[in-house]
C-alpha cells in the first residue's frame, strides 16, 4: 500500500474503490481482511444523490484506469508506470 499514490484520492466513500483500482493498476496484490461491522438501516444508507455521485464517481475511476492501462491518458492517481 506503500507504493501507491493515495494522496488525490477521494476523502470519502470513493476512497475505497479507487484504492482498489490503484492496487490493480500497479499489479499489486489484494486480499481480504474481515472486519466486524455494525449494520443498523440508519448506518448504511445514503442519499439518493449521494450514491449516484458515487457511482458516477466509480464509472470516472474505472474510465481513467482503462485509459492510464492503455497508455491514453494519466492522472495523479493512475501515472505513467515506469517500463
Known sequence: IELLPLADNASGHLF???LMAQ?????QSVAE?????DYHAEHHSI???????YAFGNVAC??????????VYHS??????AA
Do not use: K, M
Open 23 to 27: 492496487a490493480a493498476y500497479f499489479r
Open 62 to 71: 474505472l474510465a481513467r484506469y482503462l485509459l492510464a492501462r492503455a497508455g
Open 33 to 37: 481482511v474481515p472486519v466486524e461491522a
Open 47 to 53: 442519499p439518493l444523490g449521494q450514491a449516484a455521485t
Open 16 to 18: 475505497s474503490f479507487q
Open 76 to 81: 495523479t492517481i493512475f501515472p505513467r508506470r
